[in-house]
């Protein structure tokens, strides 16, 4: 399993909010929002956030599961849990 985040901040800001927060996980950004619009994590360019949304894609690349996220701190793990005991 790997985990990517996606943010509409710069990838300045992404870096020092990751090193911040401990990630082992690279943050990427979105900043011209095509990515979250492309998804449905986002309703317009202008959306100052977008919503939080994990999505499970397949090694093939298909969108297999899409799941809003309440908890971004358990998210991860829930989801490990669930794709290893699958």
């Known amino acids: 399993m790997r985990v990517v985040g996606v943010s509409f901040d710069d990838p300045a800001t992404n870096r020092a909010f990751a090193a911040k927060h401990g990630f082992?996980?690279?943050l990427?950004?979105?900043e011209k929002r095509l990515l979250a619009l492309a998804v449905g994590a986002a309703d317009?360019?202008?959306d100052a956030y977008p919503r939080r949304v994990t999505f499970?894609?397949?090694p093939e690349g298909t969108v297999e599961q899409a799941i809003e996220?309440?908890?971004p701190?358990?998210?991860a793990g829930r989801l490990?849990?669930?794709?290893c005991s699958s």
Do not use: H, N
């Open 69 to 71: 996220t309440t908890a």
């Open 80 to 83: 490990a849990g669930q794709l």
């Open 24 to 26: 082992d996980f690279p």
């Open 28 to 30: 990427l950004s979105d």
């Open 73 to 75: 701190r358990e998210q």
């Open 44 to 46: 317009s360019p202008r």
């Open 56 to 58: 499970v894609i397949s």
